[in-house]
């Protein structure tokens, strides 16, 4: 691990920032290697250091191990082994996908199932893998995360933030992860077994833990665009 930024010498970096920003990725299986109490405290601590407008600090966060995974992801994985509707309060992708976007989704979901040996046209194996998800990939930590329904934009894009700085500090602790989005349009299903308030809305889920490396899915590793293709500098 790099030094810690010193509060009082501001221009001490942190070694550490960039090989957990690079070396983050989705996750889609993990060990059943249990993690500290006192990690996940320190990360989640952490994390709150991430910005919000007037320090609203919006996110609301549901750590779950032990029983109370298992209880909620048996209550997703019912809804969804009976075909109960996907239905999310809030719009996490758009109603149509188009280009360049329609390009990107379909090449990480074919170079997916390309690893896992799964064919186009086998909607069998396609839904056996996505309800990997609802196991939480068998992470020994699950996560959701909420929200207030009545907050807006911006303190959405505050919560953004404040994953990726949960996400890099497991990467500092030696842990991966997995953000879920797939979990937002089973949040009734969640409610029954975690006491959620009426005005919490899911944001998404989130497997963390220590990473298995044995199962093929975790050597994915998505493309990027290039720096000219998504900046534009001005002189």
Not at 41 to 69: C, E
Not at 72 to 89: C, H, W
Not at 94 to 106: A, N
Not at 214 to 226: C, D, M, W
Request: net charge negative.
């Amino acid at each position: 691990m790099g030094s810690a930024l010193s509060e009082t010498n501001p221009e001490v970096s942190s070694a550490s920032v960039s090989d957990a920003v690079l070396t983050r990725h989705s996750l889609r299986a993990f060990t059943d290697k249990p993690v500290d109490d006192s990690v996940l405290q320190d990360i989640f601590t952490k994390s709150a250091r991430a910005p919000s407008g007037t320090n609203m600090q919006p996110w609301q966060v549901h750590l779950m191990t032990g029983d109370t995974l298992a209880s909620v992801s048996g209550a997703v994985l019912t809804a969804y082994d009976n075909d109960e509707p996907y239905q999310a309060e809030e719009p996490y992708y758009p109603d149509k996908f188009f280009e360049p976007y329609l390009g990107r989704r379909r090449k990480v979901g074919w170079d997916l199932y390309t690893l896992l040996g799964i064919e186009k046209g086998d909607k069998a194996k396609m839904k056996a893998q996505h309800r990997r998800n609802f196991e939480f990939f068998s992470a020994p930590v699950g996560v959701v995360f909420t929200i207030h329904r009545d907050l807006n934009t911006g303190s959405w894009l505050d919560y953004g933030m404040f994953l990726q700085n949960v996400m890099l500090l497991a990467r500092e602790a030696g842990l991966h992860t997995c953000p879920q989005a797939a979990f937002c349009g089973y949040h009734q299903a969640i409610r029954t077994a975690l006491p959620l308030t009426a005005d919490e809305v899911v944001v998404c889920g989130m497997s963390i833990g220590h990473a298995d490396f044995a199962s093929i899915e975790n050597s994915l590793r998505t493309e990027r665009v290039g720096f000219s293709d998504f900046v534009s500098v001005y002189r």
